[in-house]
């Protein structure tokens, strides 16, 4: 067959694509590839659908073996990559041939990197889309050792220019731009969340970020509601930044639910979402005004 | 009627309504209008997200969409019995027991008031094709249970709060399960995959003992 063998899926390799927009009134989320811009970049250099799926791979350590001729790319976090032993260009083309291994590493920066083959992976999609929604449980199962994945068959087409390169997730501190709203008003200050430094829990995952304070102090003041009445279920937005009564917020990303029970204070704008995809655990956040 | 235009980011609306029904109506204008732009709606309890595809005159959706909500009825449409799906329950739930003890009424006292009003799917959430039910007898308001369940099966039928619902697929669960049903609510090769959308009623009907009473 032409395909790719998974050896070691690594922490969390999954199958992602564009998701599924468009269904949220059948409680179905958009789901889809984390950092947008990086997926969209692997396939476009490599000629492929914007929507071609791809692996989403968490902190490297995926190794995969080609069942035939391939060509890949690998895009978003800069996982160092080796095929026998040679390094591989991050966001450069590059073949494997049949038996051939490759392997990456842990990235640096950043936290999810792309690995795209031409053709994109055919797995069969649920709902039109090839995504893993790590929230519902659609699409496939996570990656595991001994898993075959089918290339679907390339065509040559007008292939649309890639996008301006996206700079290496960075390791400092990541300036996230918001706008307030729509349930500021149900906090005593909601400019707060703009004062000082959050740091990216280890408790994150795919659904949210969730933010702590670097250290409890008084300077760093935690988000205050006015009262403690209970907000109705409604629909929230990707980027959104959710605060349940503990005074955690919770920054939303691809596998959200489409509706939440706690003020939303602000959405971060939706071309800062991608890097905040590429928040590592511990890294320090700062949020903005547009 | 009030209606507000909240923020929701760059490229999404959340507009808050007085009531779910208005709120309902108002899913169904817009999705009727076809707004451009609009790529997705998500009704709730009081308020509809509108969300863009990004790059777009926000004011000027808010706007069509607050003409859109001018004179929006207040109370939910009259049923009729043939809108209504028909759900065939047999209420054999775990939380039977417990259900009938809260509402002080007994089995067939909880049976007869959940099969004897209509029900409405006010909005989806909580997992794909959940959909919560409204307009029950107002003494089947029971709490959530103390601790969830981790798997509770596809077809449970259950109460919380104000609402009743039918887990569609099998999912952790914190409701009261009172009978299982074998109506299939989600089909990812249907179009809608979630057969209860926003308004649309539904009667259940006790078929405990094999067939319907």
């Known amino acids: ?290 | 009627m009030s209606v507000r235009v909240l923020p929701a980011g760059d490229a999404a609306l959340l507009i808050e309504l007085d009531s779910l029904d208005a709120a309902v109506a108002l899913t169904q204008r817009v999705r009727a209008a076809e707004l451009p732009a609009v790529i997705d709606l998500v009704p709730a309890a009081r308020t509809l997200l509108v969300q863009t595809a990004g790059g777009t005159d926000l004011a000027a959706i808010g706007r069509a969409v607050l003409e859109l909500a001018a004179d929006l009825p207040t109370q939910a449409p009259e049923a009729t019995a043939s809108d209504a799906l028909v759900i065939e329950v047999s209420y054999d739930g775990p939380d039977l027991a417990a259900v009938a003890e809260a509402a002080g009424l007994d089995r067939s006292g909880v049976v007869r008031a959940h099969t004897e009003t209509l029900w409405r799917a006010a909005f989806i959430g909580f997992a794909p094709g959940f959909a919560y039910l409204t307009g029950g007898n107002p003494r089947l308001r029971v709490p959530r249970r103390a601790e969830s369940r981790t798997t509770v099966p596809a077809g449970s039928v259950a109460l919380a709060g104000e609402f009743s619902a039918v887990y569609p697929r099998a999912s952790p669960g914190g409701w009261q399960l009172i009978g299982t049903t074998d109506q299939v609510l989600w089909d990812t090769d249907a179009d809608p995959p979630a057969l209860l959308q926003p308004g649309r009623w539904v009667r259940f009907v006790d078929v405990t003992d094999g067939s319907p009473s």
């Open chain 1, 1 to 290: 067959m032409t395909g790719l063998e998974i050896i070691r899926p690594g922490p969390l390799s999954l199958i992602e694509d564009l998701g599924r927009p468009g269904l949220a009134s059948s409680g179905v989320g958009r789901s889809g590839a984390a950092d947008r811009g990086s997926f969209l970049q692997a396939n476009r250099v490599l000629g492929n659908p914007d929507n071609a799926a791809a692996i989403e791979c968490t902190l490297g350590g995926l190794n995969v073996r080609a069942l035939s001729d391939l060509d890949l790319v690998i895009t978003g976090a800069p996982a160092p990559a080796k095929v026998d032993r040679v390094p591989i260009d991050h966001g450069v083309p590059f073949p494997l041939t049949t038996g051939q291994e490759l392997r990456l590493g842990v990235p640096k920066t950043g936290l999810r990197s792309y690995l795209a083959v031409r053709g994109g992976l055919d797995v069969p999609a649920v709902l039109g889309s090839r995504s893993t929604d790590t929230l519902s449980g659609l699409g496939p199962a996570p990656l595991a050792a001994g898993d075959q994945l089918a290339i679907g068959r390339w065509t040559e087409q007008s292939v649309a220019d890639p996008l301006p390169t996206n700079k290496p997730p960075a390791s400092g501190p990541l300036t996230l731009r918001v706008a307030l709203g729509p349930r500021d008003d149900w906090f005593v200050r909601p400019t707060d969340l703009l004062d000082g430094e959050w740091l990216v829990s280890p408790n994150s995952n795919r659904v949210g970020i969730r933010l702590d304070r670097p250290e409890p102090a008084a300077d760093q003041p935690a988000l205050g509601r006015r009262d403690d009445t209970e907000l109705p279920s409604e629909g929230v937005v990707l980027g959104s930044i959710q605060v349940p009564p503990s005074g955690q917020p919770v920054l939303f990303l691809a596998d959200h639910p489409v509706t939440g029970g706690y003020p939303v204070l602000a959405v971060v704008r939706g071309a800062d979402v991608d890097r905040a995809a590429q928040a590592r655990p511990g890294q320090r956040l700062r949020f903005a005004l547009e």
